[in-house]
Structures are given as C-alpha cells and as structure tokens.
C-alpha cells in the first residue's frame, strides 16, 4: 500500500476534487437554467394578473357587488380572449368595447372594425373609434391614470410572487405597433425578460405595455441559495475530510518513522548500562578483585550507577505509556522543590565527576513548596539535567535555578549547547521526536520520550514548561509550577 499512498494517493484526490467540483458545476448550472426559466413564468403570472385586475378595475363602476363580473374578468379564459383582441392590430383591424347594465345582468360589447380598403405601400391602415361624447383629451387623461394604475399593480404582484427586480416598461402604440419612446425600447431589446404586450383599460384601446427586466440573475441566485449552499459546503466537507485523511496519514507515517527511530535509539540507550555493568562484573571475576577492596568499590559504584540509569529509562517508558493512557494517578504531598533539586544535581554532579561538565545550583533564599508527586518531579529534574548534560557535551555548563513568589514557582535549567532552531521549538515536546542533526545519524543517543514525558507531568500538576533557544547559544527550560497554598 506503500506505493499506493505516496505515488498516486494525491492524485487520485485531486482528480475526485476536480470530478466533484466538476458535477456541481453542471449541476448547478441545470438549475440556473431551470430557475431562469420558471422566473420568467412568475414575470409572465405576475404581469397577466396586473392586466387582468387593471382591465377590471376600468369597468368595475357599478359591478362591484358583482361577483360573476368580477370572476370573468379576473379569470385566465378572460385574458386568452382579451390577448387575442389585443393582437388584432397585426392584422389591420381596429377594436371597441363597451358595456351596459341591467338590473339582471351585464352587456359586454366588443366590437371589431374592419378596413375595406388595402392601405398604401408603406402605411398601416388605424381605425380609431371612441364612444360618443368623449373627447381625446378626455381620453388621454384617463389611459395617463390607467397606465398607473397598472405599473403599480405590476409591482404589487411582482412583490407577492418575490421577485425583486429592477423593471421599468415599454409602452407601445395600439394601432400601430410602435414604442412611444425608441430609445426605451432599444434598451429593452437587451434585456433578460421582455412580457407580452397587454392592454390595460377596455373603454378605449391606445396603449399596451410590456414589462422588461434587464437582469433576472439576482432574483435566480437568491432562489438557489440554499442549493449553492450545500454544494459549497459539500465541496468543503470533502475537502477537509481528505485534507484530515492526509493529515493522519502523514502523522501515522511520521509516527511509524520515529518509533523505529525510537526502537533503534532506545535499543543503543539499553545496551550502554547492560555492556558496562557486563564489562565492570568480568573485571572483577577475571582479575579477582575481591583482593582489591577499593577497585571493587569502584566498579561496583559503576555498576549500580549504570543500573539506577537502566532503571530510569524503564520507568521512563513505562511511565509515558500510562501517561497516554491516563493511568498516572499522582500521590501529591507537600513537597519542597529545592530538596528535589539539591538531590538531582548533587547525584548528577558526582556522575559527571570524571569529566569537564559544571553544574551550578542558585536556591532560592527560602523553601518552595507545591501540592506534587515527588517521584515524578525528580524524574522531571533528572530529565532536563540529564539532556542538558548530553546535549552540552564533555564541557557542559548547566546552570539550575530556583525562584518563589506567591503565586507560583518558577525553575529554570539553563545550559552552554548547540541550542534549538525555531522551527522546532514547538515539536521538542513531541513524543518521539528528536531535534535533526543528520537525517540519518543521531551523534547524541536519546529515546526521544523526555521532553514529551517533563511536559505531560508539569502540566499534570498544573503548571506549564518553556523554552528558549537560539541556535548556536543554548537552551533554557522553564517549569512554572503553581505554589502550595494552605486552604
């Protein structure tokens, strides 16, 4: 699966990224499609409903305790004919309509006028007819208000049916066709939607309308919100669930990379005590030092330094286990740090007493307790000396310190080595990971378990642990534990 994962695994993600961006892309743009055009059916409802109620509102006078009249006028059979009687002008006929009211019912007139003669090469044949007594003037005002009217009721419906555009309208003269303003109409030849022509008024027939939206898109986008939504989202889930897929992948291999690195690491850490306590036992067998009280001492000091050293790296181990396991219960008691500290240096001072490495200790003036585990800060303590120690070399300077206030405590473990970069200041306290100085080749032996264990303990007591660093100039780790307060 190796193979799989490394060489085609990014691939293959991109590729169902890019399909499903793909499918969502022509799925959305079916339903634009789609929305566009039931948009344009909500216009044409919206605008034959404003004709209908405008149509019967110039009658209504007299009828409004009607409801048959109002029924027929409000009703599609009405405006199919009314359309249809609208369009006659196409074919040079000109139209009138008039209406009378009886006690029973209502007469409705619609009268069509034919031209008997051809008109003229280049000229439309108008039949105008008015009722009598009425003037153009007369007229005129009247589809002025009308025409208003049906603006208005246009907007009425546009708002019921959520169709929130910018419209404005086309009007066209009856008879001959022609938009009263070319420049309007110009524009409108544009547009996304263009209505029928419809007539507004049935007493008298000089101008029909027809509503124009340059652009439907925002009203589309709006309806589809929750469509684009849930794609975007969808994209977005599945992006992240492969971006974490990846992610554990990587982890579970830069995991898999540092175990063996540990297992190999921690086996030469092993092997250290285990070949000197083997070689101190063969001296003192094969040259009989049972003769030699002080060389026996000796080695036997060698040999149980070696196993306390042995015995430290098991508990380590197996301390981090119940560490991630959370079964590290810890026994608290009031706990001086400064004896812990005084302990750890001086045991580590007498180890180092065959080589050039200084260990200073600055105690604080007075007693620092904290509610601890004792066995488990000593630990810590051993930790940060014993890396400093490693990491400083045979002229190693360390400098362990110890600070009180109310609050809190503060301990610091300052020391002369090569130092840590920034980029891995964040990940020393990782489990398992180890500072790189060849890709290959670690000159320092270590398990990579100290810092993540000094981390897991302080913070199990409340505290927090810190670094400072500079490549080439050192390290200072600081353990800042919270002071014992009697309740």
Not at 238 to 250: D, S, V
Request: charged letters at 20%; proline letters at 3%.
């Amino acid at each position: 699966m190796k193979w799989l994962s490394n060489r085609y695994a990014y691939p293959l993600v991109a590729l169902v990224m890019l399909a499903s961006i793909g499918l969502q892309v022509i799925w959305l743009g079916q339903l634009f499609r789609a929305q566009q055009v039931q948009v344009k059916r909500d216009l044409d409802q919206a605008v034959a409903n404003a004709a209908s109620q405008s149509d019967y509102l110039s009658v209504a006078q007299g009828h409004e305790n009607s409801e048959n009249f109002k029924n027929f006028f409000l009703s599609p059979d009405w405006l199919q004919i009314k359309q249809a009687f609208t369009r006659l002008r196409d074919r040079q006929f000109g139209g009138s309509f008039t209406s009378q009211i009886r006690p029973d019912s209502t007469i409705v007139t619609i009268g069509i006028h034919i031209a008997n003669d051809k008109p003229r090469v280049g000229h439309r044949q108008i039949i105008r007819t008015y009722d009598e007594g009425e003037t153009l003037q007369t007229i005129t005002a009247a589809d002025k208000r009308d025409l208003a009217r049906m603006d208005s009721l246009v907007k009425v419906e546009c708002l019921r049916a959520q169709l929130d555009l910018d419209t404005y309208h086309v009007i066209y003269d009856y008879d001959s066709g022609k938009p009263e303003s070319p420049a309007i109409w110009k524009k409108a030849q544009q547009a996304a939607y263009r209505s029928q022509q419809y007539g507004y008024n049935l007493n008298f027939f000089l101008h029909t309308y027809q509503l124009v939206a340059q652009s439907i898109n925002g009203v589309v986008l709006y309806r589809m919100r929750y469509y684009l939504g849930s794609s975007l989202l969808m994209l977005l889930l599945t992006g992240a669930a492969f971006f974490f897929l990846f992610r554990i992948m990587r982890s579970q291999r830069l995991y898999t990379q540092e175990r063996l690195a540990f297992t190999s690491n921690m086996t030469h850490e092993l092997k250290t005590p285990v070949s000197v306590i083997e070689a101190a036992l063969d001296a003192i067998t094969r040259y009989g030092l049972a003769r030699d009280p002080v060389k026996l001492n000796n080695y036997i000091q060698i040999s149980q330094s070696e196993l306390q050293r042995l015995n430290l790296m098991i508990d380590k181990v197996l301390n981090l286990d119940q560490l991630d396991n959370g079964q590290v219960l810890l026994r608290r008691e009031l706990y001086d740090v400064q004896q812990g500290l005084a302990s750890v240096v001086s045991s580590m001072q007498l180890r180092q007493a065959q080589t050039s490495s200084v260990i200073t200790y600055q105690p604080a003036s007075e007693p620092c307790f904290v509610g601890g585990d004792p066995v488990h800060l000593i630990n810590v303590f051993y930790n940060l000396i014993d890396n400093a120690l490693k990491y400083g070399g045979k002229n190693a300077r360390i400098i362990v310190s110890c600070k009180c206030s109310r609050e809190d405590i503060h301990i610091s473990f300052q020391d002369n080595g090569p130092g840590i970069s920034g980029i891995y200041q964040e990940r020393v306290f990782e489990r398992f990971f180890r500072v790189p100085e060849n890709p290959d080749v670690h000159t320092v032996k270590g398990s990579g378990l100290g810092l993540h264990y000094v981390k897991q303990i302080v913070e199990k007591h409340g505290g927090s642990v810190k670094l400072q660093s500079e490549a080439g100039k050192g390290s200072t780790f600081t353990i800042i534990l919270p002071a014992y307060h009697e309740v």
